[in-house]
Structures are given as structure tokens and as C-alpha cells.
């Protein structure tokens, strides 16, 4: 078997007008698909694809699952400004060998990563 790429990350919410409001509005992404009457909504971010979606009770929120970490360009700035609009910390800011991060969680409770890689000459080996 080989993988060629992540295709998407999706995440499943149970109130797909306030998980919009929050990804699209909180966290500003912009909507690149949306299928299933809405039911599921996708996210181009670079190479990649984040989805939301709502497909029945099969398939439910969870701080205990997968989390999506989205790169952002200046940590602290983008720390403080959820802070500002009362995002919820599921993780103060932290810092590997490699990377500076915190985890918030979106108004289902999934976690949602915050995260800027260290410049090549300040990183650790990362195991």
C-alpha cells in the first residue's frame, strides 16, 4: 500500500449554523464545498481540506478523537485573538522540541490545535 497525501480532515458537529459561525467567522476560513444540503462543509487550507459535517448520530463530537492542528502565522497574535472572542483553552500554550502550540475547543468540544513550527535553526530533533 502506498498513501500519497491527506485528502481531508473532518470533524462532525451537531449544529451546523453555530459550527459555521465559529469556523467561518471565529476562526475565518472560507468555505471551498459544501454537499449533502449542507450537511457537510469543506475548508481548503493549502494543500489540505478541513471539513465540518453533520451526518447523523453515528458519527459524533468528541474531545477524545482525532484534532485538526491548523499552522498558523504568528502564534501569539492568533492566541490572543480567540482569547478575545472567549474561545475556550482545552490547552494553555505550550512548546515542543519542534513547535509552539495550544488547543482550543470548537463549540461542540472537538479540539482544535493552534500551531506554529519553530524556524529550522531553533528546532530540536523532534521524536
Known sequence: MKINGLAFVAI??????????FYENVLRLKVSGEMMDGKWVEYSLGNNTLAIANVGPEWVPS??????????EDLEETINYVKDRKVPFTTK?????????AIIGD?????IVIHKLKPENEKEPCL
Open 107 to 111: 463549540p461542540d468540544g472537538n479540539n
Open 63 to 72: 474531545d477524545q478523537g482525532t484534532g485538526a492542528a491548523l499552522e498558523v
Open 93 to 101: 500554550p505550550f512548546e515542543s522540541p519542534c513547535c509552539h502550540m
Open 12 to 21: 462532525p458537529v451537531t449544529d451546523m449554523q453555530r459550527a459555521r459561525a
